[in-house]
């Protein structure tokens, strides 16, 4: 185990040099704020996740946003108004198990909280690296249950069909009761000794769990009994390099019309049916980032900080912009008539999603996004690395 994370470590540094470095400075291309997306309300949300890896990023519920901290605070807040509703401590009342002891030298007084926020049945659910998942209620904050499992849980759970799966960093998927935690399946992935720090989202659709692996391969699960229905290689390691080996399959996968759409570090985009596994079609780009996805439109940040929006019936590329490749992106968020996406230094750059064009740049918090904002038909939600949470509109 200390090896392969050993490993992974590595392979995120190297990851983020590459995208982040070059032996001249990365220099913004200069663009004409053609709009001015209104800053509505902004709060303060803990400490953020700092430096850290995490799947951390905000759920609008309704007329509610709900956002977490690394350290272990859930707040809830009116998504017009910025008021706070409640606020939920995570390291208030816990219960500290064997596991955890053995571990106090990096988890006492922090909860790790790195995989959230889902919603289902009328709560909110959160893991953590330091092996739990936690249920509070949606309406008043308070917690209803609190479930070790065996390992980290790196990325939001997901909910639907009667139960919570979560996805563990060793690949493993478990699923539990929604109304109390109980374990009801696992299903265990062997992961390679190399890998990016990052999981993929597991993703619950027509009575199946969507999964992808470190392994370079996506697949279906039956929700109501963990048995496995497919899996399908989607990247194969290749090259001399440690890094050009990795294969993860990071991103979340989406689902629409019976297809799932996936992509791999590099590996490929592909479409699968849903139901056999069955390849539609395959296209040459390679991604760790989450995808994003409108009407018959796919929109992706490849490895090296390129978008692209591809037409999800057949993978045809309707347009490219590469004014910020090398650049290390946030993936890319549909909002009204444009395409959202933020970078490692503060900037949240705008888009025209039709074209490809740049529309605006806005600059925050320079500790950097992280994590793809969150829209709904009227707000868009976005989170720096510090904790800043920011409500933003357009006309």
Known sequence: MKFALKHAALALISLTL?????????????????????????MQ???????????????????????????????????????????????????????????????EGNARIAGGISQGYGKLFLGTENGEVVALDAVTGSLVWRAQVPGEVLVSPAVGDGFVVVKLGTGTLLALNPDDGEQRWVFENEQPPLTIRGVSEPVIESGGVIYGNANGRIGVLLVDRGFQAWEETVATPKGS????????????????????YTIAFNGELFALDLRSGQQ????????????????????????????????????????????LHKHFLTGPTVYKDYLVIGDSKGNLHWFDRNTGDFVAR?????????????????????????GELVLLQTP
Not at 307 to 313: E, S
Request: proline share 2%; with cysteine; hydrophobic share 40%.
């Open 45 to 107: 949300v803990g400490d953020g996740v700092g430096h850290y890896e995490s799947g951390l990023k905000p759920l609008i519920l309704d007329d509610k946003v709900f956002m977490a901290s690394r350290e272990g605070i859930v707040v809830a807040a009116d998504l017009a108004t910025g008021k706070r509703l409640w606020t939920f401590d995570l390291r208030q009342d816990a219960q500290v198990s064997a596991w955890q002891k053995l571990n106090l030298s990096w988890s």
């Open 280 to 323: 539609s079609w395959k296209r040459d780009y390679a991604s760790f980032r989450n995808m994003a996805i409108s009407g018959s439109v796919i929109y992706l940040v490849d490895s090296e900080g390129r978008i692209y929006a591809v037409d999800r019936r057949n993978g045809s590329e309707i347009w490219s912009q590469t004014g």
């Open 241 to 260: 390099t440690d890094l050009s080996r990795l294969v993860d399959v990071d991103a979340k996968p989406l689902v629409v019309g019976g297809t799932v």
């Open 362 to 386: 806005q600059s925050f918090d320079d500790s950097g996004f992280y994590r793809e904002a969150v829209a709904n038909n009227d707000y868009i939600v976005v989170t720096t690395r510090d």
């Open 18 to 42: 590459i995208a982040c470095s070059s032996k001249d400075k990365l220099v913004l291309p200069d663009i004409e704020n053609r709009i001015s997306p209104k800053k509505v309300w902004s």
